[in-house]
């Protein structure tokens, strides 16, 4: 077996995943990978590490495996869905959706082309929904979807799924637009009626993909992924809702209906696939890791609830080695755990430090400039300044590269913190590799706001 240490990494990210994607973690499958990483050599180093990868990272890492630890990983996936005695939906969609993004060579995945990626902060609710998505207007795929629509929406509810087609949305709010608007004063009564008229006029004017453009093709395209063929978006499971969010891109490989039935097929069948070429040595690893049949009567269920108590006993605790950052609805910066010494810097440089410090995944300076308007919205928030047109002109310098305004705020950010902590200050920083996205490596928990939504 040839596994390397971004492999290992890259495992444990993807099964720690699968552990958690149906909300409960019990013994059985800590179990497993406890054996896991004694069978692999994963390391408490690998693991911490692999918490930073988001999914989609981890499995462009172990696609450069071979076909025959590939077959291993099936095995691993295999017996980590029986481990709790119970394959959830949401497991064996991201099992399938791994087995597919891994370009696995076997046959139940022969003709099925799908890739896992991993967005940033959409606000799509329904993690049921599968959604179509173009880059350009297909008229053969859009009239076979009409052809088989109500095929395909049964296939998708038995799988508690639903099916978002936008010209069906569109035919149905235009036959109840009256009912359409009463919904909206009362769902989002800040609406004024003047915005309700514009979403009436335009709403019906938007296509596929317009809407697959603006939801996701631009997200993908940053990533450097371009899907050029229709496709169906599965959300999966809803993990770290303030994180990434991952998604099952399906390409459409022939009529809708025909590749959501070969998915589908391969979705209900993974237990029972059966992986090529193992041999003898490999078999009896993977025979010691399987979880044991007895019971086990001292047994924990560990659910969300139990990571929210621990999330609040440690944002409270004042013994850390590394102090909790207060963050003041007008943006003022106090190192709680320091003596609630404050973090002093120019507004400006606050802006920018607060937009990295909600964008947990990173942000490349390169595309620094698409999060202007919510730059603006920080800025104007916690400086002084009256003038707009004064506030409007600092951010367009900033993000458009004007001057020196990008490094020297950059530079004000570490010289704050450097300042009070030294050599300790790396985690509190903006930092990543040149060409790359920046992030600040404290953790989330470690961050309390006095008003979250002040910045909204």
Do not use: W
Not at 32 to 47: D, K, P, Q, Y
Not at 200 to 224: C, H, V, W
Not at 300 to 322: A, C, N, P, S
């Amino acid at each position: 077996m040839k596994f390397k240490e971004n492999h290992k990494t890259a495992l444990s990210k993807v099964l720690s995943d699968l552990v958690q994607c149906d909300g409960i973690v019990n013994q059985g499958e800590i179990d497993f990978l406890h054996r896991v990483n004694e069978a692999f050599g994963i390391t408490s180093a690998s693991r911490k590490k692999a918490s930073s990868l988001c999914l989609s990272d981890a499995v462009g890492i172990l696609k450069t495996l071979g076909d025959r630890e590939k077959n291993i990983l099936l095995c691993l996936f295999q017996i980590l869905s029986l481990a709790d005695n119970n394959l959830s939906p949401n497991e064996s969609l991201l099992i399938t959706a791994l087995l597919t993004s891994l370009d696995m060579q076997l046959e139940a995945t022969t003709g099925i082309k799908a890739h896992l990626v991993s967005i940033p902060h959409l606000d799509l609710d329904t993690s049921n929904a599968v959604l179509y998505v173009e880059s350009e207007y297909d008229s053969k795929t859009n009239k076979s979807i009409l052809h088989d629509y109500d095929d395909i929406c049964r296939l998708l509810k038995a799988d508690h799924r639903e099916l978002f087609y936008l010209p069906m949305v569109l035919r149905d709010l235009g036959k109840k637009q009256d009912t359409f608007r009463q919904t909206l004063n009362y769902i989002e009564p800040t609406l004024s009626e003047e915005q309700i008229d514009i979403i009436d006029t335009r709403l019906p004017q938007m296509d596929s993909a317009f809407l697959s453009k603006e939801i996701f093709l631009n997200y993908l395209k940053i990533n450097g992924l371009e899907i050029n063929k229709p496709a169906f978006f599965f959300k999966i499971g809803d993990k770290d809702s303030d994180n990434y969010h991952d998604y099952l891109i399906l390409e459409i490989t022939g009529k809708p209906l025909t590749t959501l039935q070969q998915f589908y097929k391969l979705k209900n069948s993974i237990v029972t696939l059966q992986p090529n070429g193992l041999n003898t040595k490999e078999m009896q690893l993977l025979q010691q890791i399987r979880p044991s049949t007895d019971d086990n009567n001292n047994e924990l269920r560990y659910t969300g609830f139990h990571k929210v108590l621990i999330d609040i006993v440690l944002k409270h605790d004042g013994t850390h080695e590394v102090s909790r950052l207060y963050v003041t609805k007008r943006g003022d910066l106090f190192l709680t755990d320091r003596n609630n010494t404050e973090v002093k810097m120019p507004s400006l440089s606050k802006a920018l430090y607060l937009l990295f410090l909600f964008h947990e995944e990173g942000i490349s300076l390169n595309y620094l400039s698409d999060y202007k308007p919510e730059l603006y919205r920080i800025y104007r928030q916690i400086s002084t300044y009256g003038d707009d047109a004064i506030l409007e002109r600092a951010v367009d310098n900033l993000t458009d590269f004007v001057g020196n305004t990008l490094n020297a705020t950059l530079s004000r950010i570490k010289k704050s913190f450097t300042d009070i902590l030294g050599e300790d200050a790396s985690r509190y920083l903006i930092q990543g590799e040149k060409g790359g996205r920046k992030t600040i490596h404290l953790e989330r928990r470690l961050v309390v706001y006095e008003d979250r939504k002040a910045f909204e």
